[in-house]
């Protein structure tokens, strides 16, 4: 995917947001040609609204149990991102697995972070799985998203080293910096242009 022009943002959020300030802290300092057109959220009550609304950023709730299906959530949610000419969607701590709705709406344009190194402890309680599997390190991963979990062309990982002391507190801790880092990274090379994708590769250009 390659973007030329000034990219509109669609962010998907279900709590604190801090990867959304990250995200906005880069798009307002310059780096990250792109405006944040929506945030939504599943959830009524999550500061990530609140951090969006001092920006000045459009926020929607849209909560998912007034839908009987998924699929139907999810072409709902299509339809508000059409709305507001949304080029690339981000899942920012997103709690909800996206069925082929949206992926077939918006493909090889919606991007989630996870926090661990995939294809290793996809899913949930990913730091917890790292260390009770024993690794030395962890990490997240800037993926694209397909029709599995946590399963689609990897763009960019961080790695952390894991302590011997380490909780999934103070793993998670250590992650979270990371992909304040990594994930406006990633935002920044498909808006300028530097990525191809080939088959499950992601080919970043110098």
């Known amino acids: 995917m390659s973007v030329s022009i000034r990219c509109r ?3 998907l959020v279900s709590g604190s947001g801090t990867n959304l300030q990250a995200i906005i802290d880069r798009i307002e300092s310059g780096e990250i040609n792109a405006e944040i057109a929506c945030v939504i959220s599943n959830k009524a009550d999550v500061f990530a609204l609140t951090r969006a609304s001092r920006h000045g ?3 929607v709730v849209h909560e998912n149990e007034k839908f009987p299906e998924r699929r139907l959530y999810d072409a709902a949610t ?3 991102l059409r709305g507001y000419n949304v080029d690339l969607v981000i899942l920012a701590g997103f709690m909800r697995i996206l069925s082929d709705v949206m992926v077939n709406a918006f493909p090889h344009a919606i991007l989630n972070i996870h926090p661990a ?3 290793s402890f996809p899913g949930l309680h990913a730091q917890q799985q790292a260390l009770d599997y024993g690794v030395r390190f962890s990490g997240c991963t800037v993926h694209f998203v397909d029709y599995g979990t946590d399963t689609g062309p990897i ?3 961080a790695i952390v080293p ?8 103070t793993l998670s ?5 990371a992909e304040h880092k990594a994930f406006p990274d990633a935002i920044k090379l498909i808006i300028d242009g530097k990525i191809k994708i080939s ?8």
């Open 155 to 157: 763009l960019l990982q």
């Open 162 to 169: 894991v302590e011997q002391d380490d909780t999934e507190e």
């Open 199 to 206: 088959g499950r590769k992601v080919l970043i250009s110098e």
């Open 57 to 59: 950023i459009p926020i």
């Open 78 to 80: 299509v339809e508000i």
């Open 173 to 177: 801790s250590k992650i979270q910096k």
């Open 117 to 119: 190194l995939l294809p």
């Open 9 to 11: 943002l669609g962010i």
